[in-house]
């Protein structure tokens, strides 16, 4: 494959590729490092590219599981419960202090789910998308995307109670 052929086939793919990493990773600037992974793996490939059938099915399963990938690497619920623990630099009060560890507490038992529970969590409850959605985007059926959503609340509000318990007797 010379540059002009490559230059072709990523023009082609980019737009649907980037669509895919950005519904899977969430962000647009995570998906851009997934379809320029992807594109350096194609070219790193371009000699043995007559292999794959299809080029579009390949590239979108690299970008799905680059994805994961990516999202396995970075700090789950970061961003989004970054923003509920913000100081604000002046003293709380007794309330807004419970409520600030109470977050903590629950981002902390989140952390402790499995990467996958933790994602179909963040992509259930937190962005909104559908089970069928979450099952297209991680390529695993929907009927585990329902038991692990099931086992990750289980999960939490186990733990949570064991919190909330713990919380009550030292008060």
Known sequence: M?????????????????????????????AEDVVQDVCLKIWHFRDRIDQYENMEAYSTTMVKNLSIDKIRSRKPFSDEL??????????????????????????????????????????????????????EMTGIAAEAVRNNLSRARKRIRELYLMYYQTQQSTK
């Open 2 to 30: 010379d540059i002009v052929e490559y230059k072709r086939i990523v023009v082609a793919l980019r737009p649907s590729l980037l669509a895919v990493a950005r519904r899977i990773t969430g962000n647009t600037e995570d």
């Open 82 to 135: 970054e923003l509920l623990g913000k100081e604000t630099g002046e003293q709380l009060p007794d309330s807004l202090l419970e409520e600030k560890e109470e977050r903590n507490a629950i981002r902390r038992i989140i952390e402790m789910l499995p990467p996958l529970q933790q994602r179909i969590l963040q992509m259930k409850d937190l962005e909104g998308f559908e089970t069928v959605e979450i099952s």
